[in-house]
């Protein structure tokens, strides 16, 4: 009887090297990255807009990049979700897609920016300076339509640089 158990030198090759589907540590990796090199970005824009100064923006782009380190999984995975509930997949309208990505952006990534806004002026002024997160938190919903879309597909885009679908066509396994 042969032991069929055993893993052959081809057959294991291709079982590591099969990039057509990445693991959800690579996924990971993937969406963390994209989250934090467009917060570098654009968050520092609207930062800037907010009033923070040069060391209050590096200390929010600073923070942001260790919130996003933490959040950037969890949003990717947000949303697939997002797009899986509302039934939205890489074929449906364009027009879907964006009200989809807009609906899955506005209630997480505003109140982000609210919190590394508030951190930083703790940090730089020695206080939170309320009017400073305000802004940010305005700053934040007014470009949130444009935000969410150019955030949301350099996210996919970002994926595509590293073999990961997008968000529409999942690349988590969820339920």
């Known amino acids: 009887m042969k032991d069929n158990s055993r893993i052959q030198g081809n057959e294991l090759e291709s079982k590591v090297l099969d990039e057509s589907q990445p693991s959800e540590r690579k996924i990971g990796f993937v969406d963390r990255g994209g989250s934090i090199t467009y917060s570098l970005m654009v968050g520092g824009a609207i930062n800037w807009g907010s009033g923070l100064d040069a060391e209050g923006i590096a200390i929010a782009r600073g923070t942001a990049t260790t919130v ?56 730089s002024d020695g206080y939170v300076d309320f009017e400073k997160v305000e802004k940010s938190v305005y700053l934040g919903l007014a470009t949130s339509p444009l935000v969410s879309l150019t955030m949301n597909g350099y996210m996919d885009l970002f994926r595509s640089w590293f073999g990961v679908k997008s968000a529409a066509e999942g690349a988590y396994k969820q339920d």
């Open 68 to 123: 996003n380190w933490y959040a950037g999984k969890w949003y990717g995975k947000w949303r697939e979700k997002v797009f899986k509930k509302t039934n939205t997949n890489e074929k449906s309208n364009i027009m879907r897609k964006i009200g989809v990505d807009f609906l899955a952006f506005t209630p997480v990534q505003p109140p982000i920016l609210a919190i590394t806004t508030a951190l930083a002026s703790l940090v």
